[in-house]
């Protein structure tokens, strides 16, 4: 889509590090990490938000949080813990209209988000 900083990212048009690339997905750092592990992981297809999922989406989405887990694992944050948030709409402050999912550890995480 154009004028999406997430398609651009996903599809190479924005030179980025990617932590890990397939067919359906990209995982990359946070540019503003909140926490010493912050990756974010982003469907190459476009899609609004979990809101916006079809259910043709399902298997991108069990495949999204695969990868998160195996990402997490990678960078040693497996036992220790980490937490997956995906931001949607107004209220889930989601401020990127791509649906993407962050994967955040490394550090002892509030109990309660708000
Ligand atoms: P959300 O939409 O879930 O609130 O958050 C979007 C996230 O994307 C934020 O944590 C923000 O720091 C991150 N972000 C926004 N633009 C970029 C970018 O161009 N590159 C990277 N790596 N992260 C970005
Ligand atoms: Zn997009």
Redesign the pocket.
Known sequence: MEDC?FCK?AQGQIP?TFLYEDDQVVV?????PQTPVHM?VLPKKHIQSLAAAQEEDRDLLGHMLMTAKNMARERGVAESGYRIIV?TGRDG????QHL?M?IMGGKQLPEQMV
Not at 93 to 96: E, G, P, R, S, Y
């Open positions: 900083i990212i980025s990359i750092n946070d540019i503003n974010l931001n402050a989601q401020t990127v993407h962050h």
